[in-house]
């Protein structure tokens, strides 16, 4: 099983950028995909998830407005769009995918810097 992610990421502040998570190994509607950062000296924090079975996302209540969560079965790749970038925004992003029964997750991307700084 694989989850790889997309490449690091430079952005300014007020733009918006878009990390990929590419899946192989099983069946990519068979697991949720969920979506965690980890800022500088900080711990994890959860951002949301989404169902690629049907698209389903549920989102923290602190992104929300600004945090998009989209599945393409066709190529087993979701993605994760955060607009109005800041530079608290700035830390490392994980996709992670989990059974819909536990919150253990059993596979992990390999993660994604991103850096807002003008």
């Known amino acids: 099983v694989q989850l790889v992610q997309s490449g690091a990421e430079l952005r300014n502040p007020g733009a918006s950028v878009k990390v990929s998570c590419k899946v192989s190994g099983y069946t990519f509607t068979s697991y949720y995909l969920d979506w965690v950062r980890q800022a500088p000296g900080q711990g994890l924090e959860w951002m949301g998830r989404?169902?690629?079975?049907?698209?389903?996302?549920k989102y923290a209540q602190k992104f929300q407005g600004r945090v998009t969560f989209t599945a393409d079965t066709s190529t087993s790749t979701a993605y994760m769009e955060l607009t109005s970038l800041r530079s608290e925004d700035t830390a490392v992003y994980y996709c992670?995918?989990?059974?819909?029964?536990?919150?253990?997750?059993?596979?992990w991307g390999q993660g994604t810097q991103v850096t807002v700084s003008s």
């Open positions: 989404i169902d690629p079975k049907d698209g389903g996302t």
């Open positions: 992670a995918a989990r059974r819909v029964t536990t919150n253990d997750y059993d596979y």
